[in-house]
Structures are given as structure tokens and as C-alpha cells.
């Protein structure tokens, strides 16, 4: 077998507004050191997949971006319009499987931040030897606290592996938590963050599309004829005009029984929202976090995010303060799940839009 | 007799930080609509004192801004070093009686706002006729709320006017009050802000330097001896390497028994503060103000300023949140009385001095 990487660059990241704008999201941007999220997703993979065995999925928009943080020789394959994770996943494996009927695909959301290198590919590796028994692998985080913004995963019999890393059947899918229930799940020990990364045999995952997608898979062999030809360009705006906006845990891996999931070692961080900061840089004595030039009296618990220039405090605490070009952001720590609607409000603006 | 202006612009303005910086304070921003207070005071005494009846004080290192901001045929006279409020006047009293032994002198800080300006030139003018009788007059605005950040006069027994605007015996300068000494104040309705606003004739004012500040007032007339000569640079660091830094309420008016009292009845605002935006600016329905884009969801009390882009808030309440050149201010609105050590902090800070 072959192993390909597919990185997933559809992300809108709202939540990262003002760095992150409609024309440059979250993972085209430097949240951490000087290289964006999808630079550091190739790099991470790298060693098991080399530049030429990486493909990169987005909706056209991106073109620019992407070129200019990737170079000229990266494979790139666009979608007229993002269309949630299924269509992309289904996209990329008729891409896979005209070139290699053979391969395996491991599927990596861009966006993530995953700092233990090692441990990652070794978690790769196993879910590659799962993959090469037709099985459909996701792969699972150990939660460190009872998080309600993630999906779980109730683990079921060891299948593989020891220590730190193991191989189980799927017991079941579970949708984002109660606090309470995220408790119970952080306690009971079986159960796994839902990380979005996935690794499987191109024909494995395509049989599930004919299962459980039966018309999108019709459109996407139909497209499939048509790769390399002149009409390719033609069938792709086709394959999208009627292609659901689904992600592939709801439309495939919640139904298929063929299903494993690899619960890794490795650190991971999905870097939902400008708290994210606070697992990645060390606070001063009064709690603040901070990327830039940051001073502060009197303030505490705060994260402070400046493209450039100084951010200055005054006896304020708990709030997100972001300068990103032409926009200042401040915002309560607690608030940050509504960053939509306040996007919302500046869409509305009579100037605002120009400032998404 | 002749009136001349003195406007004074010596002030820090560190509370306007970042808008003011070291070298551009308060006094020369535009903090409402396209003048700086600078020029706003210079036009509003100009149907009393035009151009040429108008001397600007200050120090020497505001030269090029007020070149820039009055033109080149303002009449300056920088100061060696800023050394509070009575060696300025006593400079321009020196200044002015060589012009013209019989001035009049108005005195006016040069970042105050009066928007009503016919109401103002009243005042001066009715001060003005107290001034031919010898005395230094103070003028006092009316207290519209229990301010403990201005000194107050209490005022004597009224000796001419009517209706809103009146002349009075002074009976006492008062300082800085508690907030229930303030409050006892405003009910009692004889006490009125010292607003830092003068106008005597020069040769009153310089014998009352003569009699209370003997030393300087020696100084200042053999300053006198060197005006237009080869000397006078000389002569003027070695009156200021000597100077008391003192206001002058306390080196003269607090002692002189020839003082009066205009109660006018303009508007006033020392612009003491961001929070002085909140008595110019219509807020919004959830009590924001805003100068510049400002777009919130589910924030109130605001006060927002910023000279380009956008500031956006989210589920804040009572903060000031300034954005100005290279620095973004936010700050509890009550806390805004530490902004001196602030700045402190970022002065000691690595890199932070440059951005003061």
C-alpha cells in the first residue's frame, strides 16, 4: 500500500476573527511560531508522507493562499463551494484512487495543533495496519477535562496495541456533551475525544459512500470518468451543485460497522477559539496570556493576541483583547462562543463587512 | 487698555494615552471633531484677542506641533522645561508688559472644551472690566454634579452682574473634595470648579508676584532686561533653572486679597479623562460611545475610540477601549485614575518606552 495524507483546508475559523478573515482563516494563520496550522499539518505528516503523497483539499477561494504557503508543487485539489467533510473526503478518494487503486488515505483537518511529532505517527502507523483490514479508523484523544465542545467516542474491546496506545472497536458516537455528562465520560475512562482525523483504504471508504451516500457516490464515479479530461473542471461544479453538506462522521463512520478507533498518546488541540492560547503560552503571575507586546496593571486572566505594536491593560481581567491589521477585538473569556453573532453584527454595518 | 490671550499649553495629557503621547499631549489632538484643543481655544478667544493678541506658552519641545497647528505667524514662547502654571504666566506677564505696559491678559489653558462660545466671551468680557479695577479674577463654572477631581471656589458676596453670569467676592479656595464634601458643595450653590481660567491686568499680576513669590519675580524682571537682545536665550534657562514648579492658585491666587470671581453661565470641561467622551458623545442604547467604527454585541457602558479600522466588543461592560497609531488602550472605566502608573509599567517595560 500506499499512504497518502488528505489535509482538510475547508475551515471557516470565525472564532479566530480579527487574525483570522473570510479571504484568510484559521489555518492559513500563524497561531503559534511563524508557520500557519496547514504548514505545520504537512510538516507533522511528513515522514510518512512525502510532499508529493500529501493533498490538500479546499474550496477555490483558497487558491492563492494556499500556493503561496505551500509552494508551487503541492497538490491541490478545490471545490467550486465547502461543502462540510464528506464531499471533500469523497473528492480526494476518487482523486486517490485514479492514481493509486491501491492506497490508503490518512484524513487530516488542517487546523489542528498537535506538538508530539512521534507520537502522532506512531498512532498513524497502527491505524495504517487497522486500515489494510478494510476497517474504517478514526482516531481518538484521551480527554484531560470534561470539555463540551467536542464530540466522544465510546470505546469498546482493545483490538491492538498496549500502554499508552491502543487499537478498540466503536462502541458508539456521542454528540457534544452536558457538563455533567462530560464528567461522567472524563470518569469512565473509555471514552475518546472525537478528533476529526481519520485513516482508511480508498476502496474501503468509497464502498461505504456506494452504502451509506448512495447518490453522491453515483455523482462522484461519474465525475471520476471524468478526471484529466477536458471536462473535468465542468463535473467538479456538477458533483457540487448537488452534493449535501455533511460531515463524514454523520453521513458514513456513525453508520458503518467496520468502524475502529486508535486511542494515540500524542497531545491535540483543535485551537477552537482564542483560548486555546492559554494551553500554549505561559501566563505571567497575573494569569495573562499573551502573543505580542502585552503590558498590563492591575489585570489578570487575560489573553492578548497583537500583530503588532503594544496592547496595554488596566485593571480589567478575564477578557480576550486581540489587534489583528485593521481590527481591535475585545471580548469577555466567556463570551467567545458567540463570536457568530457578533460577526453577525458587523456584517451588518453599514462598513463593517469590509472588516470580516 | 488692550486684551491679550495667554493660552497655555504645557499640559502631559497622560490620561489620553494612547491617543496622546509624549510628544503630541492632550492639547494638541483633535479629541472632538477636526481641531485640535489647541486650536479650539486660539479661535474661540478670537473676537476678543485676534491672532496677533493671542501668545502661546510652552515648552520648548511642542515647538514643530504648534508651529504646525497655528501657523507661522503665531505668537510662542517656549519654556526651557515645563514648570507648571506660575512661571508661564509670570513669562507672558513679562512678555506682554514690554509689548504693551497697559495689557489686559486673559488666561486660557489650552485644552479645555466651552462649547458655548458667546456664553465664554461674555464672561471675559465682564472679567475684563473687574480686571481694570486691579483685580485678579478667577472665573468659576457651576457645578453640575459633586466632581471630587476640581478644586472649588466658595464664592463671597456678589458685586455686579445678573441672572447666570455674576461677579463675586472670593471667600475661599478649596481643594480636591471628598465625595460628601462635594456633594455638600453642589447643594449649598455657592461654590463653583476653579477652572484654571484667569484675567487681570499684567501689571497686577506681576506686582503680586512681586509681593508673594519675591525671588522669581526678581528673576523675571531682570529676564525682562535681556527680552530682544542677544542674551535672551540665555537669560530665559537661567530664569527657568531657578523656577519653582507651582501652580498658579497656590503660589498667588490662594494668597491675594484682591481676587474676584466670574460665575459664567457656558458650559466647561476640562477634558480630564476618556470618560469626558461620554458628556459629548450621544451613547447608543446600551450606553456605548463611540468615536470612530465601534460594533458590539452584548456590551454596554463602553467608551470606544479609535483612529481607523474597527473595534468590535463582546460581552463587556464598563470598559474604555482606545485604539491610536501603534497601541490599544482598555481599561476599567473606574480605574482610569491609575493611567500614570500604566504607564509606569510600560515605561519600565523592555520595548515599551518607545510607545509612550
Redesign the interface.
Given at each position: 500500500m500506499s499512504l497518502y495524507a488528505v489535509i482538510l483546508c475547508g475551515g471557516r475559523g470565525e472564532r479566530f476573527w480579527?487574525k483570522s478573515r473570510r479571504t484568510l482563516p484559521k489555518q492559513f494563520i500563524a497561531l503559534f511560531g511563524r508557520n500557519s496550522l496547514t504548514q505545520e499539518t504537512s510538516a507533522r505528516i511528513r515522514p510518512l508522507c512525502p510532499p508529493e503523497r500529501q493533498l490538500f483539499v479546499a474550496p477555490a477561494e483558497f487558491e492563492v493562499v494556499l500556493r503561496r504557503q505551500l509552494g508551487p508543487r503541492a497538490c491541490l485539489a478545490f471545490e467550486p463551494v465547502g461543502r462540510n467533510t464528506a464531499p471533500a473526503i469523497g473528492l480526494a478518494a476518487v482523486y486517490l484512487q485514479r492514481q493509486d487503486p491501491d492506497s490508503t488515505m490518512v484524513v487530516l483537518p488542517a487546523d489542528h495543533l498537535i506538538e508530539d511529532r512521534p507520537g502522532f505517527l506512531k498512532a498513524v502507523r497502527m491505524g495504517a495496519q487497522l486500515a489494510q483490514q478494510g476497517l474504517l479508523v478514526t482516531f481518538g484523544i484521551r480527554p484531560d477535562r470534561p470539555d463540551t465542545g467536542y464530540g466522544y467516542i465510546q470505546l469498546g474491546r482493545k483490538t491492538a496495541g498496549k500502554a499508552r496506545l491502543t487499537a478498540h472497536r466503536v462502541q458508539a458516537f456521542k454528540e457534544k456533551p452536558s457538563p455533567a455528562r462530560a464528567r461522567a465520560y472524563l470518569a469512565a475512562g473509555n471514552y475518546v475525544w472525537n478528533s476529526g482525523m481519520f485513516i482508511w483504504r480508498v476502496d474501503a471508504i468509497l464502498a461505504a459512500f456506494r452504502e451509506f451516500m448512495p447518490e453522491f457516490h453515483a455523482k462522484l464515479e461519474e465525475f471520476a470518468t471524468a478526471i484529466g479530461t477536458r471536462r473535468e473542471k465542468q463535473a467538479l461544479a456538477h458533483l457540487y451543485r448537488g452534493a449535501p453538506s455533511i460531515s463524514i462522521d454523520y453521513a458514513v463512520m456513525e453508520k458503518a460497522d467496520n468502524v475502529a478507533c486508535v486511542r494515540g498518546a500524542f497531545d491535540w488541540d483543535d485551537v477552537g477559539s482564542w483560548l486555546a492560547l492559554v494551553r500554549h503560552i505561559k501566563p505571567d503571575s497575573a494569569g495573562n496570556v499573551a502573543s505580542g507586546?502585552f503590558?498590563?496593571?492591575?489585570s489578570t486572566n487575560c489573553v492578548a493576541d497583537?500583530d503588532?505594536?503594544?496592547?496595554?491593560?488596566?485593571?480589567?481581567k478575564n477578557?480576550v483583547?486581540v489587534?489583528a491589521?485593521?481590527?481591535?477585538?475585545?471580548?469577555?473569556r466567556?463570551?467567545?462562543g458567540?463570536?457568530k453573532?457578533?460577526l453577525a453584527?458587523?456584517a451588518g454595518?453599514a462598513?463593517?463587512g469590509r472588516?470580516l
Open positions: 480579527p507586546l503590558v498590563s496593571k492591575d497583537s503588532s505594536g503594544i496592547v496595554a491593560a488596566l485593571g480589567v477578557l483583547i489587534r491589521g485593521d481590527a481591535v477585538l475585545v471580548a469577555d466567556k463570551r467567545l458567540q463570536m453573532q457578533l453584527e458587523i454595518h462598513v463593517g472588516h
